[in-house]
């Protein structure tokens, strides 16, 4: 029986975000993707933020150009963010929330109180021949939400999961996942994880029996400080594959 293969997405964000701490030109998340898919990745994932304080539209438009793999951008939901994507055509937009004054993205995009927008966005993007996925917290209502607005995919917040402490806190989050998983299941989305997923916590959310995809960026990164960018990817592939 041929191992079941989860996709893994590798998040240059944290490159871009070295970058703009000196305002040059390197460390380059361009170069960064080419690293990532030597090493195994299986998609590039960047976030255009509103107030471009890591990925710049040269590095989109650029990424967009070079990649070998599927590109996925996450996005707000604000018009010039969406009228770029429609423009440059990433393989997947995944629709997020967005603070200016949050160091990353603190939680999922509340859907369940404006379906009828998320909608109208997803329906636009599906139009033009964008796939779109929502990236949400495990919650029941959200993932009904989801289903009721259009949307075919999901990427789970797994935050929570992620920041647990002991192991009473990790097992009810790894349950909450599962769960909405199951969910997830119920409903025909494709499931997806990410946020906070690192190598010492992705090894029990790769059990969940329909998850199809993770998207990993700050561990992958921090870990390529010290082995290089490719051998990081090609280290977690591993772990994803259950071969450690």
């Not at 090493?39 to 590095?59: F, M, N, S």
């Not at 939901?77 to 967005?98: H, K, S, W």
């Not at 998320?118 to 009904?144: C, H, K, M, Y």
């Amino acid at each position: 029986m041929t191992a079941r293969r989860i996709r893994l997405g590798v998040n240059v964000d944290h490159v871009a975000t070295i970058r703009q701490a000196r305002g040059g030109r390197e460390p380059d998340p361009v170069t960064a993707a080419h690293e990532a898919e030597l090493g195994g990745a299986d998609q590039i994932t960047v976030h255009l933020r509103e107030d471009r304080r890591h990925i710049q539209d040269r590095d989109l438009r650029l990424l967009r150009q070079t990649v070998q793999t599927p590109l996925n951008l996450e996005l707000a939901m604000a018009d010039e963010g969406m009228a770029i994507a429609r423009d440059v055509r990433p393989d997947q937009v995944t629709l997020v929330p967005e603070k200016r004054q949050e160091v990353t993205t603190e939680g999922g995009l509340e859907v369940a109180g404006q379906v009828e927008r998320v909608a109208e966005t997803v329906a636009r993007f599906e139009e033009a021949g964008i796939p779109v996925s929502l990236f949400i917290d495990p919650d029941p209502a959200q993932l009904e939400a989801t289903h009721a607005a259009g949307a075919r995919r999901i990427e789970l917040h797994t935050g929570a999961y992620a920041d647990a402490i002991g192991e009473a806190a990790v097992a009810r989050e790894l349950v909450r996942l599962t769960h909405a998983a199951a969910q997830a299941a119920d409903l025909d989305l494709h499931l997806a994880l990410g946020h906070g997923l690192s190598y010492w916590n992705v090894h029990a959310v790769r059990g969940i029996a329909n998850l199809e995809e993770v998207n990993i960026g700050h561990s992958i990164v921090s870990r390529a400080v010290y082995v290089g960018l490719r051998a990081a990817v090609r280290e977690m592939r591993t772990l994803l594959e259950g071969r450690t």
